[in-house]
């Protein structure tokens, strides 16, 4: 199997977990009112997964998939997951991750275009 493939494949369990973690926190996450903070960012992990899910779909038609494959799935990884933990635990113990899953997302999106 092509590394193209491989996220394709990712890509389409990763759009199932976010549809999950997306009907999780909008039927099942009980968050009282001095927490809508938490909400919010659950909401944002939420649209940033389902998003970046439908773009890992795309690996395969890029020149370079298993680079930008890569720096998408572990932009993914500290983003989303990092806001999902603190929307989750309240903790922001891994409040700093975000910003550099942030740039892995941005050159993720970049070696597409390459």
């Given amino acids: 199997m092509g590394s193209g493939r491989v996220f394709l494949r990712l890509g389409a369990v990763s ?3 976010a ?3 997306g009907a999780y926190g909008a039927h099942g996450q009980r968050i009282c009112e001095k927490e809508e903070y938490l909400k919010e960012l659950y909401k944002t992990a939420n649209k ?3 998003l970046h899910s439908l773009a890992l779909l795309a690996m395969p038609h890029c020149r370079k998939p298993l680079l930008a494959g890569s720096l998408m799935t572990s932009g ?3 983003f989303c997951g990092s806001f999902y933990y603190q929307a989750l635990t309240a903790e922001k113990l891994h409040v700093q991750i975000a910003p550099a899953g942030g740039f892995l ?3 993720g999106w970049a070696a597409m275009a390459l």
């Fill in 15 to 17: 759009g199932a977990l």
């Fill in 19 to 21: 549809v999950t973690a």
């Fill in 48 to 50: 940033y997964h389902f």
């Fill in 76 to 78: 993914m990884l500290m």
């Fill in 105 to 107: 997302l941005i050159l």
